[in-house]
């Protein structure tokens, strides 16, 4: 590369327009995407700074670089070829830096210290993977920006100062960048959230120098290795992948001859295939605790099928898959990346223990399945087999008696459970249970076995651990009961119109040979197909945006205590009027409706929500079956959590209804027919 001292400086009093500037097809296309003039160029090679660029990666040619008025202009040796151009980074925008104080230095030093001895103490990782080929040059925000300007605004504004001055984050949150061009680096290794952070990102906002390919396969294997660098469960796991466009890579070379070879695949196919694989992968081990976003940052003619694909299939292993593909505005990109900031607080909040913020709970190591698997006809090597001998009690809750023992066909030889899980909640974890016949043939119903997500619990004997779960879902039948008695009396409704009931639940206590007795929440398997959630315990609605909790939630010890049944009765009931001839039902108004007589009916103490299953068109009247419910309980004597850690109590009632509209069914329900 040539010395600075060799460079021939312009004649002075030469005009602008006598510059040379023979341009090229790349070139050409490059400005008309960037906004670039050709007078910029002349104006560049005429009164810009010159300094030696980097050589041809083909040939090893010389290149000359001149910055001038916001541009970057690339030429060959003789300054009269143009090769690129792009807007200088931060040309179109920038943020100030944050005065770091010393006592921030020190909190960060000491942050560092202890992410890097002790994996538990992370509360959350995320890897960015932010796409920084020569596309994301192109100057086609407001204000002249680049799209690379605009990610790293947003980084810096919405992922980490937004969420400092919040509380969301805090130096035990873990931040890795990776850079993606031709070849991936690692930027930030397990940085903590803090402003220092904040004013690094704010310096490749300013020295960014975006060019080359966009190759995805190096950034997926350094985003996996350290995402893997930390598997301890008690950490939120968050994958930010965004590009402007389709990879640039082809397959990579360590790929299986399998998934290279392939009659009548094309290779766009295939490369999808692998990256299924590699996500796959990834989901399958981490499952509800990471979050994949993938974001597409381009024009809406952009390709972001390989990014759908990422956020797909994360879904199938029980992950959190979320595609984005906001406007070309820092204000859409910003509101993308704050709704993942949400996300990542929602999986924190529910890996921290009850008694306070700064406790942690360890999610269970366990592999997923997909929900796409096939499922087995007879006992194999991916089951856990229970024999007669080894299954010590079957029990089914009652709300008067409780635990009322049942007993097996004396038939079976005893049952079997899938090594991997296929379903998660907040709370539990969900796998295949089946009966095992005389020739181990599976037999009988489908079931499903539940157990708590949580390394905790583990220690916990069965019976009294599912204790709670069999309270709220039994309170919760009766109030379904209750409900559909008084639907059977409002005008309209036939044998066509939905009720509403939950499943029976059982505990089959095992010996297992690892682990000891065994407590496994035993139910109904509902097809996977058709489940769906049709409103959650923060004001979640089927067909409706999500609620914002405006407050973190609270974290107080539960009170250990039986739950005392109490008299229920409408407090609200009016005399009909003969208005309510002809009422429309629609039946995903059944389960909102449901929800609110809950309220109503318990004399507002209670409100049933988190409602989830299937609607069961085949049985006569149509049926909701549903299951794991959340109670919100009202107490005036200060008792928090009655119905478990979901119980959020007038807090979570106001969440309903904060999104809650009444339907005709709703109002006629409150009418005595």
């Not at 100030?96 to 992370?122: G, K």
């Not at 660098?229 to 640039?248: I, Q, T, V």
């Not at 009170?559 to 009909?576: G, K, N, R, V, Y």
């Amino acid at each position: 590369m040539l010395s600075s001292e060799c460079i021939a400086e312009l004649p002075v009093g030469v005009q602008t327009s006598a510059v040379t500037v023979i341009t090229s097809p790349h070139g050409l296309q490059r400005r008309i995407e960037r906004k670039i003039g050709i007078r910029d160029l002349k104006a560049a090679v005429k009164h810009g700074t010159k300094e030696p660029g980097f050589p041809c990666p083909r040939t090893g040619e010389l290149r000359w670089l001149y910055t001038f008025a916001d541009v970057v202009y690339v030429t060959d040796e003789s300054s009269k070829r143009e090769i690129t151009s792009w807007p200088a980074p931060a040309a179109g925008m920038d943020l100030q830096t944050v005065t770091v104080t010393q006592s921030m230095r020190n909190d960060h030093e000491q942050n560092l210290m202890r992410i890097s001895r002790d994996a538990s103490s992370w509360t959350s990782h995320t890897v960015a993977v932010v796409d920084q080929s020569g596309s994301m040059r192109n100057t086609d925000l407001e204000d002249g920006a680049t799209r690379s300007d605009a990610v790293w605004l947003t980084l810096a504004m919405d992922f980490v100062a937004r969420r400092l001055e919040s509380g969301e984050a805090c130096g035990t949150d873990v931040f890795s960048l990776v850079l993606m061009s031709h070849d991936s680096t690692v930027a930030f290794r397990h940085r903590p959230v803090d402003w220092i952070l904040y004013n690094d990102i704010i310096l490749y906002l300013r020295t960014a120098m975006p060019k080359s390919a966009g190759n995805y396969f190096p950034a997926l294997d350094a985003a996996e290795k350290l995402l893997l660098s930390n598997e301890h469960g008690s950490c939120a796991l968050l994958l930010l992948f965004l590009s402007d466009g389709k990879p640039s890579d082809q397959l990579p070379r360590n790929a299986s001859i399998a998934m290279r070879s392939g009659f009548h695949t094309t290779p766009s196919i295939k490369y999808n295939r692998l990256v299924h694989e590699r996500i796959g992968t990834l989901a399958s081990r981490f499952g509800r605790r990471l979050t994949v976003a993938t974001i597409g940052f381009g024009g809406a003619r952009e390709d972001f099928s390989v990014l759908t694909t990422m956020a797909n299939v994360s879904r199938d292993y029980g992950s959190m898959g979320v595609f984005q593909a906001p406007a070309l505005t820092v204000e859409s990109l910003g509101n993308a990346m704050t709704s993942l900031t949400a996300s990542l607080t929602q999986t924190k909040a529910e890996l921290t223990h009850l008694g306070g913020a700064t406790t942690q709970r360890t999610v269970r190591s366990m592999l997923r399945e997909s929900r796409h698997a096939l499922d087995d006809l007879v006992l194999s090597g991916d089951w856990y087999h229970y024999r007669e001998s080894e299954v010590l009690r079957v029990v089914k809750f009652d709300s008067e008696n409780g635990w009322i023992d049942q007993s097996l066909d004396p038939l079976l030889r005893g049952v079997a459970m899938k090594r991997n899980i296929f379903g998660e909640g907040a709370e539990r974890m969900v796998r295949k249970l089946r009966w095992v016949g005389e020739r181990e043939e599976f037999v009988g119903p489908m079931l499903v076995a539940k157990e708590s997500r949580f390394v905790e619990d583990m220690h916990r004997d069965g019976l009294i651990f599912h204790r709670l779960f069999c309270q709220t879902q039994v309170r919760a039948h009766r109030l379904a009961e209750k409900f559909n008695e008084r639907l059977a009396k409002v005008p309209g409704v036939t044998e066509l119109t939905p009720r509403i009931s939950f499943l029976e639940c059982n505990v089959y206590v095992v010996m297992d040979i690892n682990q000891g007795r065994l407590g496994l929440l035993v139910e109904k398997m509902l097809d996977p197909k058709r489940y769906m959630k049709w409103n959650s315990n923060c004001g979640y609605v089927a067909g409706q945006e999500p609620a914002v909790s405006e407050s973190k939630p609270q974290m107080q010890l539960p009170q250990l205590f039986e739950i005392q049944e109490e008299d229920e009765e409408d407090d609200s009931d009016t005399e009909c009027d003969g208005t309510f001839e002809h009422i429309k039902i629609a039946a995903e108004d059944i389960p909102q409706a449901f929800t609110h007589f809950t309220y109503r009916h318990s004399q507002r103490k209670m409100l049933v929500c988190d409602l989830q299953g299937v609607l069961d068109k085949n049985s006569t009247p149509p049926l909701f079956e549903l299951t794991d419910p959340v109670i919100h309980y009202r107490s005036y004597h200060g008792r928090k959590h009655v119905y478990g850690r979901t119980d959020q109590g007038l807090k979570g009632m106001h969440s309903f209804f904060k999104t809650h509209k009444c339907s005709e069914l709703c109002r006629a329900l409150r009418r005595t027919w």
